[in-house]
């Protein structure tokens, strides 16, 4: 953590600008050699101009003026203090801050933001919360995948991803249906969101590569996917990949696939094995 002073450098400022103003130099100027000098320290155009009209009347002592009011001094220990609060509870409020170290919210805002460079961010809601084992395997399985990217020569043309989702029936009203006669001025009919039929279709097996989807199976109503219903998908794989995508099975598929149970049953992997597909390692769950 950097150190942070208990003065301002203000002072400091003012007789850089007496100086330069000395030398009989433009305020543009002051201000182009103060803000390579000072870095980031240095003084807003507007300001070096009020120093520069107060120079010219003769007005040349760089001390504070006697005013009224106690200067703000940010001391190392009460930003330490407050660094601390924060890192112990994230969620603890400016006030809370204010009334434990004894300073004021305004004081705490600007520790918070202009010293510690540090702001509040909402929560990001995930699907699911990962465990370390299934962290450690997406690690290793995004490495494996780099690696065949590395390795492996035109590793997009051979890959050939799959998903399965289910699609829902809706019998909504047309726009022509939805009419009704009302008297002018009046408000429109409103159309409520419909609900789920009892009837759904699952969309399985859905293949597709970089150029676009290949083959899309639709599992009749009522049925379950099982281990033989998910092989005679990979059989008319094989045949819509002679058809629409030629000379894609001599270079060698590689096939990503999720792993669910019928995917990776006995019988499925051995017609992977008969059709010549290399299994490419999924990512267990998606954190986003």
């Not at 009892?198 to 996917?225: E, P, R």
């Given at each position: 953590?950097a150190?942070?002073?208990?003065?301002s450098?203000?002072?400091?400022?003012?007789?850089?600008?007496?100086f330069?103003?000395l030398?009989?130099?433009?305020?543009?100027?002051?201000?182009?050699?103060?803000s390579q000098t000072?870095?980031n320290?240095y003084?807003?155009?507007s300001?070096?101009?009020?120093?520069v009209?107060?120079?010219?009347?003769?007005?040349l002592s760089?001390?504070?003026e006697e005013?009224?009011?106690?200067?703000?001094?940010?001391v190392?220990e009460k930003?330490?203090?407050?660094?601390?609060?924060i890192?112990?509870?994230c969620?603890?409020?400016?006030?809370g801050?204010?009334?434990?170290?004894?300073?004021?919210?305004?004081?705490?805002?600007?520790?918070?933001?202009k010293?510690?460079?540090?702001?509040?961010?909402?929560?990001?809601?995930?699907?699911?919360c990962?465990?370390?084992?299934?962290?450690?395997?997406?690690?290793k399985?995004?490495s494996?995948?780099?690696?065949?990217?590395?390795?492996?020569?035109n590793f997009?043309?051979?890959?050939?991803?799959?998903?399965?989702?289910?699609?829902?029936?809706?019998?909504?009203d047309?726009?022509?249906q939805?009419?009704?006669?009302?008297?002018?001025g009046?408000?429109?009919p409103?159309?409520?969101?419909?609900?789920?039929?009892?009837?759904k279709?699952?969309?399985?097996s859905v293949?597709w590569?970089?150029?676009?989807?290949?083959?899309?199976?639709?599992?009749?109503?009522?049925?379950?996917?099982?281990?033989r219903?998910?092989?005679?998908?990979?059989?008319?794989?094989?045949a819509t990949?002679?058809?629409?995508?030629?000379?894609?099975?001599?270079?060698?598929i590689?096939?990503?696939q999720?792993?669910?149970?019928?995917?990776t049953?006995q019988?499925?992997?051995?017609?992977?094995?008969?059709?010549?597909f290399?299994?490419?390692?999924?990512?267990?769950?998606s954190?986003?």
């Amino acid at each position: 953590m950097a150190e942070y002073k208990a003065i301002s450098t203000a002072n400091e400022s003012s007789r850089l600008e007496q100086f330069l103003f000395l030398q009989g130099k433009s305020v543009s100027n002051i201000h182009d050699d103060m803000s390579q000098t000072l870095w980031n320290q240095y003084p807003l155009y507007s300001t070096v101009k009020n120093w520069v009209a107060k120079f010219k009347m003769g007005h040349l002592s760089t001390n504070d003026e006697e005013h009224l009011g106690q200067p703000r001094v940010i001391v190392l220990e009460k930003v330490d203090a407050l660094h601390n609060l924060i890192l112990e509870n994230c969620r603890i409020s400016a006030k809370g801050i204010a009334n434990i170290i004894g300073i004021s919210c305004e004081l705490v805002f600007v520790i918070i933001h202009k010293h510690l460079n540090m702001k509040k961010l909402s929560a990001k809601w995930v699907p699911k919360c990962l465990t370390t084992d299934q962290k450690s395997m997406r690690v290793k399985t995004s490495s494996f995948i780099c690696q065949h990217f590395k390795t492996i020569m035109n590793f997009l043309d051979q890959l050939v991803s799959m998903y399965e989702t289910w699609i829902y029936l809706y019998d909504p009203d047309t726009e022509e249906q939805s009419e009704e006669g009302r008297h002018s001025g009046s408000p429109g009919p409103k159309m409520f969101k419909v609900q789920k039929l009892a009837t759904k279709v699952m969309m399985t097996s859905v293949f597709w590569d970089k150029k676009g989807i290949m083959l899309v199976n639709y599992l009749q109503n009522g049925s379950t996917i099982i281990s033989r219903y998910y092989i005679e998908c990979l059989d008319q794989l094989k045949a819509t990949l002679k058809a629409k995508r030629s000379g894609k099975l001599c270079k060698g598929i590689l096939s990503l696939q999720y792993n669910a149970s019928t995917h990776t049953a006995q019988a499925t992997m051995a017609k992977l094995g008969e059709l010549g597909f290399q299994l490419v390692d999924h990512l267990p769950y998606s954190p986003d």
